[in-house]
């Protein structure tokens, strides 16, 4: 079994900058992709970014220039670095990875962590 545990999200005020990180553990031979995807209240849940296993990365447009998306290999961790916060960046942020944990690749999530920007 995977499990994939967020953390760093939290209070900020416009402007300012949280870290958020993803970590995958259990019986992992390999992972591919990894993502960070965010829900607001009301709203469907979207692709905030996507990073491949050879570092490859894309964003949305909404984010580009201020969040930046990373990978540890050796720690199976995915990091999200959010600068710049905006009010609009409120949500639920969920992290999600492309594990090989048996003869095939399976999709696993995080549970979520809030990221809160007050103006």
């Known amino acids: 079994q995977v499990q994939l545990v967020e953390s760093g999200g939290g209070l900020v005020q416009a402007g300012g900058s949280l870290r958020l990180s993803c970590a995958a553990s259990g019986t992992i031979f390999s992972i591919n992709a990894m993502g960070w995807h965010r829900q607001a209240p009301g709203k469907q849940r979207e692709l905030v970014a996507h990073?491949?296993?050879?570092?490859?990365?894309n964003y949305a447009d909404s984010v580009k220039g201020r969040f930046t998306i990373s990978r540890d290999n050796a720690k199976n961790t995915v990091y999200l670095q959010m600068n710049s916060l905006k009010p609009e960046d409120t949500a639920v942020y969920y992290c999600?990875?492309?594990?090989?944990?048996?003869?095939?690749?399976?999709?696993?999530w995080g549970q979520g962590t809030q990221v809160t920007v007050s103006s």
């Open positions: 999600n990875a492309d594990v090989k944990s048996s003869s095939r690749y399976t999709d696993y």
């Open positions: 990073i491949t296993s050879g570092g490859s990365t």
